[in-house]
């Protein structure tokens, strides 16, 4: 289903080229968001069963709140919908600013993508869909960029070319290791934390659930200077070995996301036990998704 209470810490970190450790650049909270993110009125790229509204609207229907440490995003719960009308109103963010070599902490359906896919690249730092598996970070590619099969990280990959055009659009996927880093089973653990390092020469991604001993306490405190290098090993490890990340990946906007069906999660909606058809579903039951909302409480970045 698709009720997914997301209610957690956030950090979003970019790093420097030179070495691990990184110095606080930007951090979002609160009302803070409404000026540094754009509400994107944009038909869904991947053709869900949503319709993004502009931030007077979203604010106005209070699919967009903020107060104080809270800056939450989500759909309409209220409207029985017309199948033949617009789809259920949805919030989609974008950053204004643009990051290259960075680093990450986050949570789920942030992720971050260039102007000219796929050939700027796109990293999902998190994707799931209707609570189930999988929960990975993937990447997406042009043509000639593939990863190891053996590599250090505690994730499971589920592929090796991130080629989107060789892979049916799946890229170059690795899977979680933790059961809670995802759906119900992250939410019940108090969120986490998800952290991307970005540099030219590797991508990493960490999951630290909420109250895990071995979070590093310079992401648990959102400190003004961190070091990756205390982090210990990725679940996800992506090197430049044999793809050329300076050349797969441009400069990425941050977006954060609530879709609902399209093209993945309305295709895996009968696999994962939901009712009926999608897209009938979303426009017959508005209560269904009361619980399924991003719940920021801060977003930091580092350069
Ligand atoms: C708006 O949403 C927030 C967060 O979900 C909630 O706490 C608040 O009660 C809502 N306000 C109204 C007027 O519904
Ligand atoms: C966010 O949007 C992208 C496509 O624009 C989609 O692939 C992804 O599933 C969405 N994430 C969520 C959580 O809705
Ligand atoms: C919540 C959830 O779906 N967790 C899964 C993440 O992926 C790993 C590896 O496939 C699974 O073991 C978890 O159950």
């Known amino acids: 289903m698709f009720a997914s209470r997301t209610t957690l810490t956030v950090a979003c970190l970019v790093a420097s080229v030179f070495g691990a450790t990184y110095q606080q650049t930007d951090s979002h909270q609160g009302s803070g968001f409404l000026k540094s993110f754009t509400h ?26 903020y107060s104080g440490d809270h800056f939450v995003i989500r759909a309409d719960d209220k409207t029985v919908l017309s199948p033949s009308g617009p789809g259920r109103n949805s919030v989609r963010l974008q950053s204004n600013k643009q990051y290259t ?93 998800y952290a991307m390092e970005r540099t030219s020469s590797f991508i990493k991604v960490w999951f630290w659930s909420r109250n895990d001993g071995s979070v590093p306490s310079d992401v648990k405190n959102g400190a003004t200077s961190i070091n990756t290098d205390n ?17 797969h990946f441009g400069a990425h906007n941050i977006i954060i996301n609530l879709t609902l069906c399209g093209d993945w999660a309305g295709a895996v909606f009968d696999a994962d036990g939901c009712p009926g058809d999608c897209a009938t579903y979303v426009n017959n039951n508005p209560s269904a998704f009361t619980n399924a909302y991003f719940d920021i409480q801060w977003l930091k970045i580092y350069g």
């Open 40 to 65: 994107q009125a944009i038909a869904d790229p991947t053709h869900g069963r949503v319709n993004y509204v502009d931030q007077a609207t979203a604010l106005a229907q209070n699919l967009t709140y």
């Open 101 to 193: 070599t960075h680093v990450t902490v986050t949570w789920p359906a942030l992720w971050e993508v260039g102007a000219d896919w796929p050939n700027q690249g796109e990293i999902d730092v998190l994707e799931g869909v209707n609570d189930q598996a999988p929960n990975q970070s993937t990447l997406h590619t042009s043509s000639g960029c593939t990863m190891p099969a053996s590599r250090s990280q505690t994730g499971t990959s589920t592929g090796n070319n991130c080629d989107v055009a060789a892979t049916n659009n799946a890229g170059c996927g690795v899977q979680a290791p933790s059961a809670n880093s995802y759906g119900p089973a992250f939410n019940n653990a108090g969120g986490g934390w």
């Open 231 to 247: 982090w210990g090993t990725p679940y996800a490890y992506f090197p430049s070995q044999s793809c050329d990340l300076n050349a």
